[in-house]
């Protein structure tokens, strides 16, 4: 039994490395080989986790590229479009990305950015970096690009200065149809029906993939952004998505703690980072923390409620930074709900079950995802619940072994759904098989 084992973990790994090397572009690697032909920002920022295990270079290539599309304004952008690549929509002819005087020239993105991982995947790459000379000149050529795009977001996205960054779009989040924005975004009045033609339900049946209507408010709101010309301070006063994610903000917080690292490990000041971290951590607890459940929530900053949807969101403040004993506690019993994440059959499902848009099969609306499940066992190791990180890094195994490197899976059956060959979840398989 033990020597079958051990040949499992080899060839999950060996599997998981080739899905990345299978999905490499020209500088980087695509989250699925047809149905994201480009590079992804937090995407890539897993897949250089997923590197650092066995090639350091194509890990810090992967963090060179989503840097080569950083805008002069800081911003590191959601997609840095492919220029070989066809048949992802909205590509860079609906972005207009160049109407911005801050884009970059010569690289072609879109003119949002997705969850602020850069500094945690770069110090999981200089950790894990044998040659220190190397890891040395890699972390001073990244510290002041990840520093310029942490000062672009609390410039830009934090007009209040509370401490919290403003999600402008779904797809921002990076958990596009999770319920708060399907709550938040039917407040907001569509000016007209905007023309366009889907085409990722061409690679995945259409019941695992957003709706149409999602698609209107998706690609309307980006017709407003690019009409604005992507100027946060002409854009935001009118804005009618505005959303202080409680799951970006806990990224971009955990992001902080992991650039006062990187700071200190160049032997330069921490204490912008440190103060960025501190007054984020503050805030997630002061304003996105419901007093009678426990649990966190993202608020609209619009209407100034929060849009109480319980989602793994909800317990993303374990990932963000050391919560005291009380504040930890409802998240963590949450996990053992059977009406909130207990589903009987693998965690963590990322809607709660309980939840009138709980749907097993349906992208961001039920099914388990290797990347919260990877950030929420960190923060379940950081609170002292060692069982239960074990279990979500169990489970993480267990789907990947019975279903494939499946974009995500069911949190009852365990059936795999959306694209096959996803790079995330082959290179965060990978970090988990490393950690053990
Ligand atoms: C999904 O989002 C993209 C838009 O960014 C899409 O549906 O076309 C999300 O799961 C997002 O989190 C992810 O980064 C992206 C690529 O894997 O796909």
Same mark, same amino acid.
């Given at each position: 039994?033990?020597?079958?084992?051990?040949?499992?973990?080899?060839?999950?790994?060996?599997?998981?490395?080739?899905?990345?090397?299978?999905?490499?572009?020209?500088?980087?690697?695509?989250?699925?080989?047809?149905?994201?032909?480009?590079?992804?920002?937090?995407?890539?920022?897993?897949?250089?986790?997923?590197?650092?295990?066995?090639?350091?270079?194509?890990?810090?290539?992967?963090?060179?590229?989503?840097?080569?599309?950083?805008?002069?304004?800081?911003?590191?952008?959601?997609?840095?479009?492919?220029?070989?690549?066809?048949?992802?929509?909205?590509?860079?002819?609906?972005?207009?990305?160049?109407?911005?005087?801050?884009?970059?020239?010569?690289?072609?993105?879109?003119?949002?950015?997705?969850?602020?991982? =850069? +500094?945690?995947? /770069? @110090?999981?790459?200089? *950790?894990?970096?044998?040659? &220190?000379?190397?890891? #040395?000149?890699?972390? !001073?050529?990244?510290?002041?690009?990840?520093?310029?795009?942490?000062?672009?977001?609390?410039?830009?996205?934090?007009?209040?200065?509370?401490?919290?960054?403003?999600?402008?779009?779904?797809?921002?989040?990076?958990?596009?149809?999770?319920?708060?924005?399907?709550?938040?975004?039917?407040?907001?009045?569509?000016?007209?029906?905007?023309?366009?033609?889907?085409?990722?339900?061409?690679?995945?049946?259409?019941?695992?993939?957003?709706?149409?209507?999602?698609?209107?408010?998706?690609?309307?709101?980006?017709?407003?952004?690019?009409?604005?010309?992507?100027?946060?301070?002409?854009?935001?006063?009118?804005?009618?998505?505005?959303?202080?994610?409680?799951?970006?903000?806990?990224?971009?917080?955990?992001?902080?703690?992991? =650039? +006062?690292?990187? /700071? @200190?490990?160049?032997? *330069?000041?921490?204490?912008? &980072?440190?103060?960025? #971290?501190?007054?984020? !951590?503050?805030?997630?607890?002061?304003?996105?923390?419901?007093?009678?459940?426990?649990?966190?929530?993202?608020?609209?900053?619009?209407?100034?409620?929060?849009?109480?949807?319980?989602?793994?969101?909800?317990?993303?403040?374990?990932?963000?930074?050391?919560?005291?004993?009380?504040?930890?506690?409802?998240?963590?019993?949450?996990?053992?709900?059977?009406?909130?994440?207990?589903?009987?059959?693998?965690?963590?499902?990322?809607?709660?079950?309980?939840?009138?848009?709980?749907?097993?099969?349906?992208?961001?609306?039920?099914?388990?995802?290797?990347?919260?499940?990877?950030?929420?066992?960190?923060?379940?190791?950081?609170?002292?619940?060692?069982?239960?990180?074990?279990?979500?890094?169990?489970?993480?195994?267990?789907?990947?072994?019975?279903?494939?490197?499946?974009?995500?899976?069911?949190?009852?059956?365990?059936?795999?759904?959306?694209?096959?060959?996803?790079?995330?979840?082959?290179?965060?398989?990978?970090?988990?098989?490393?950690?053990?």
């Amino acid at each position: 039994v033990w020597e079958s084992a051990v040949i499992e973990t080899t060839s999950l790994r060996s599997r998981a490395e080739q899905v990345l090397l299978g999905n490499r572009l020209e500088h980087s690697t695509k989250p699925s080989p047809s149905l994201y032909p480009h590079q992804w920002m937090w995407d890539s920022c897993f897949i250089a986790v997923g590197y650092s295990t066995f090639d350091g270079a194509l890990a810090r290539s992967e963090i060179r590229s989503l840097l080569r599309g950083q805008w002069s304004n800081g911003m590191v952008p959601q997609i840095i479009f492919n220029p070989a690549s066809s048949g992802y929509f909205p590509g860079p002819d609906r972005w207009q990305s160049g109407r911005s005087p801050y884009a970059p020239e010569n690289v072609q993105t879109s003119g949002i950015t997705q969850p602020p991982l =850069l +500094a945690i995947a /770069a @110090r999981a790459v200089i *950790e894990r970096e044998p040659d &220190a000379g190397i890891a #040395r000149s890699f972390a !001073a050529e990244v510290f002041p690009a990840i520093t310029r795009y942490h000062e672009f977001l609390y410039r830009e996205r934090d007009p209040d200065d509370s401490g919290l960054v403003t999600v402008v779009h779904p797809w921002e989040s990076g958990l596009d149809n999770s319920p708060p924005y399907l709550d938040a975004g039917s407040r907001v009045e569509l000016s007209y029906k905007p023309e366009y033609h889907r085409l990722d339900t061409a690679h995945v049946a259409a019941r695992n993939r957003p709706t149409d209507k999602d698609y209107d408010l998706f690609i309307w709101l980006l017709e407003q952004m690019r009409d604005a010309e992507y100027d946060w301070s002409r854009y935001l006063p009118e804005a009618q998505l505005q959303v202080q994610d409680v799951l970006f903000n806990s990224v971009l917080c955990r992001a902080n703690d992991d =650039l +006062a690292w990187i /700071a @200190r490990y160049l032997e *330069e000041s921490d204490a912008t &980072a440190r103060s960025w #971290r501190d007054k984020t !951590a503050a805030a997630i607890i002061n304003s996105l923390r419901d007093e009678e459940s426990g649990l966190f929530f993202s608020r609209d900053r619009r209407t100034g409620e929060l849009l109480r949807q319980v989602t793994i969101s909800s317990l993303m403040p374990l990932f963000a930074v050391q919560l005291e004993d009380g504040i930890s506690q409802p998240p963590v019993d949450a996990l053992a709900d059977p009406a909130l994440f207990d589903a009987s059959g693998y965690r963590c499902p990322t809607t709660a079950i309980s939840s009138s848009w709980f749907n097993p099969q349906n992208y961001w609306l039920g099914p388990v995802w290797i990347n919260t499940n990877w950030m929420l066992r960190q923060g379940l190791l950081a609170h002292g619940c060692a069982n239960q990180a074990d279990a979500v890094r169990r489970d993480s195994l267990e789907l990947v072994e019975k279903s494939g490197f499946r974009e995500y899976f069911d949190p009852i059956t365990g059936e795999g759904y959306g694209t096959d060959s996803f790079s995330w979840s082959a290179a965060l398989t990978l970090d988990l098989l490393s950690v053990a």
